[in-house]
């Protein structure tokens, strides 16, 4: 099946400063990925559906200046977390649709970022 | 709009005896709808999809899940469980085929617990 890898898979960060995780589609071409953050024992939570070459669309409550999408290419989004505090702190994961000539298949997810901030 | 609800927060079973893992979902569109497996700290791992194919579909390790249009219901099943299947499941639903719209959106998953 295909592949959508996560980097990094965790991160360390100084309260304040900024975090970027990328999410790429490595043999297919994903025109929308979507990203994803999940406390701990607890559901994902989509946070924003990024598109390639527009604007991200954000889930109510998410502050769209505190989470950064960039979806440059059909292959590659990021997600940064700006002035990253504590409470910031979970796990992110991405995901893209593989489509094929119909429409789309099936849902493909990164291995996940964990995110701690101190 | 599309939603999902899965029913139980945590099932326990024998090890040997039947799973069944409900899930009730909402579409405006036609859905698309996913059984994923997490492990404790892995990612997640497809059991099996419906794209209105087949109503009854099959997944991996043998676990099956119907889609009953009418119940608006996508349950997942397993005749005989095993200390493996142990881990939190996740129904996921998004719109089907071809619309700009679609978001994935997850249940609030099941603990699966197997007793020996």
């Known amino acids: 099946g295909a592949v959508v890898s996560q980097h990094p898979s965790w991160v360390i960060c100084k309260s304040g400063t900024s975090v970027k995780i990328e999410c790429r589609s490595l043999?297919?071409?994903?025109?929308?990925m979507f990203w994803y953050r999940q406390f701990p024992k607890q559901s994902l939570m989509l946070m924003a559906t990024s598109n390639e070459g527009s604007k991200a669309t954000y889930e109510q409550g998410v502050e769209k200046d505190k989470f950064l999408i960039n979806h440059a290419s059909l292959t590659l989004s990021t997600l940064t977390v700006t002035s990253a505090h504590p409470e910031d702190s979970s796990f992110y994961i991405c995901?893209?649709?593989?489509?094929?000539?119909?429409?789309?298949?099936?849902?493909?997810f990164g291995q996940g970022t964990r995110l701690t901030v101190v | 709009a599309q939603s999902v609800t899965q029913l139980d927060s945590h099932v326990s079973v024998s090890e040997g005896t039947p799973v069944l893992l409900r899930c009730n979902y909402s579409s405006s569109y036609s859905p698309s709808l996913f059984w994923y497996v997490q492990h404790p700290n892995k990612g997640l791992q497809l059991l099996l999809k419906y794209t209105s194919a087949a109503t009854l579909v099959k997944g991996i390790n043998g676990f099956e899940a119907e889609f009953k249009k009418s119940e608006t219901s996508f349950h997942l099943t397993k005749p005989s469980a095993h200390m493996s299947d142990a881990a939190e499941y996740f129904c996921v639903v998004s719109a089907s085929w071809y619309s700009s719209a679609s978001k994935i959106i997850f249940g609030s998953g099941t603990r699966l617990s197997i007793r020996p």
């Open positions: 995901s893209a649709m593989e489509r094929d000539r119909i429409g789309y298949t099936e849902a493909f």
């Open positions: 043999d297919f071409q994903a025109t929308t």
